[in-house]
């Protein structure tokens, strides 16, 4: 089963699982998106949830119908996508990870001496 967030629409989660198998190439330009029934199944959802996650794929020149076919991932989705996802993050993600930065008082080469840890 899966755990949805409570902070955001479903909707808005499927979209974000779309993009990032977009951009971590599970799905590639020019591949079928799995069908709206397919994922409700699995994601025990509503068929219009994901008809509105899709859509809104559509809306953002990712995706494209093809009449009688399902929605595909278009040509230069990827950049595309890649260029939204660090513009999100900048905008909306960044600013309280760098404000908890200061609070820690955390250098620059402490983060980085961190993440090579991995």
Do not use: C
Not at 15 to 28: C, D, H, Y
Not at 38 to 57: C, D, G, I, R
């Amino acid at each position: 089963m899966t755990q949805w967030r409570d902070d955001q629409p479903i909707f808005l989660q499927i979209r974000q699982r779309m993009i990032e198998m977009i951009l971590n190439g599970a799905i590639n330009e020019g591949d079928p998106l799995p069908s709206v029934r397919q994922v409700a199944t699995e994601l025990s959802v509503n068929p219009l949830t994901v008809t509105k996650s899709y859509q809104s794929l559509v809306d953002m020149g990712t995706v494209e119908k093809r009449r009688g076919l399902g929605m595909y991932v278009t040509e230069g989705a990827r950049s595309a996508l890649l260029t939204h996802e660090k513009d999100k993050f900048l905008k909306d993600d960044w600013p309280a990870i760098a404000a908890r930065i200061a609070a820690l008082g955390l250098s620059a080469s402490e983060l980085l001496e961190h993440g090579d840890e991995k």
